[in-house]
């Protein structure tokens, strides 16, 4: 019998909140990285069981990362954008001095921890919280009016696309309301590398980007969209119309929820879910024939 498998999940970043990661349950599982402060728990890890790990820097992090030599305030001053100077001044006594990008990867990217480069990706609609970065917390923080500039979004994205190109690993990526740029950056970056594998988490994407963009350019072995009940059911009509555009080969199961702390059954649920809703909308019948076409597909997927 195959394991559910949960091919895009996370692990809390709030320090009152980190629970145990169960390596050896029974879901298989790709835990992506967002920043240092959850891959420094990620690589920890011992012995990885059914647990996959990703290294990257998410978007909504992007800005705690250097491209260069500069000093906190020149760093802030040109990657974030804002209309208020007093919210830029309160934001900025509150963030950390920024990490060097490519010495944050010199030091912690090690090709035998890491399985996926991800998560990575490019977001327009996201705005800092107050407290500077988001973290998992019983109380988050409100909403600043402050965003990251496209420019510093796409720069890290690309470093990271190159890193998958030299490493030979297979990414898993974030895209919110820049669905055309990011697919001419894959398409540049990342298409002319065959070893390179592509997963587009919780997709959103128009139903035109994805037949005509993703699935036209990259072939169906290199392409992978893994589905969530939290973002594409929300209804059934929507997901059901996603899935009907996507080679079943191609289909993937996750969460994107923090592992340590969501009680398992909850996760479980989820997946259970969304494999019904699959056997559903590809007529594949029973719950088992699912889960054997989603463990093959992320065999393939996390291939080394």
Known sequence: MSRFVDAHCHVSSGDELHGELDVEGPTLRCVMSNNGFDWERLKTVGDAGRLRRGFG????????????????RSHYESVLEWKDDDAFESLLERLPEPVPMEEYISREFDPSKVD?????GLDRMFRLPESGYYVHSKRQAPLSRV????????????RFCRLARESRKPVSIHDVRCHGVLFETCVREILPCEEVRVCLHSYTGSPQTLTECWLRRFPEDRLFLSVSKYINFRTEDVGEQLLKLVPPRCILT?????????????????????????ARVLRLGELDEVKALIYDNYQRFVAS
């Open 254 to 278: 996750e969460t994107d929820f923090p592992v340590d702390i969501e009680p398992e059954e909850d996760l479980q649920d989820q997946l259970e879910y969304t494999c019904r809703q699959l």
């Open 116 to 120: 996926v480069v991800g998560e990575i």
């Open 57 to 72: 820097v998410h978007p909504w992090y992007c800005h705690l990362y250097s491209l260069g030599e500069t000093d906190k």
């Open 147 to 158: 965003k990251v500039k496209m420019a510093h979004q796409m720069a890290v994205f690309q």
